[in-house]
Nanobody, 116 residues
Framework: QVQLVESGGGLVQAGGSLRLSCAASGRIFSTNVMKWYRQAPGKQRELVASITSNGWTNYADSVKGRFTISRDNAKNTVYLQMNSLKYEDTAVYYC??????????WGQGTQVTVSS
């Protein structure tokens, strides 16, 4: 079993920055993909960014150039640096891990609120 714990959410003004962290613990295989999703009220959960074990990254078009995903494999932690935040970035952000066995784990979510 894997536990994912997010932190770093909060309230920020438009144009500001936040850094989310997701610490993984438990039965972690070295080969995995870590992802950040978000879900705004009344909307479906959407993929924001992903990063593989060897550092390949992918981003949603809506956050390209503003958000950066990174990971520290020694600490089993993934980060999401969010810059130039917009009101429409307001959502609950979830950390997700998919391992080599296609096992899928989720964190509890952290709220990000951007005031306009």
């Amino acid at each position: 079993q894997v536990q994912l714990v997010e932190s770093g959410g909060g309230l920020v003004q438009a144009g500001g920055s936040l850094r989310l962290s997701c610490a993984a613990s438990g039965r972690i295989f070295s080969t995995n993909v870590m992802k950040w999703y978000r879900q705004a009220p009344g909307k479906q959960r959407e993929l924001v960014a992903s990063i593989t074990s060897n550092g390949w990254t992918n981003y949603a078009d809506s956050v390209k150039g503003r958000f950066t995903i990174s990971r520290d494999n020694a600490k089993n932690t993934v980060y999401l640096q969010m810059n130039s935040l917009k009101y429409e970035d307001t959502a609950v952000y979830y950390c997700n891990m998919v391992n080599i066995w296609s096992e899928d784990y989720w964190g509890q979510g952290t709220q990000v609120t951007v005031s306009s």
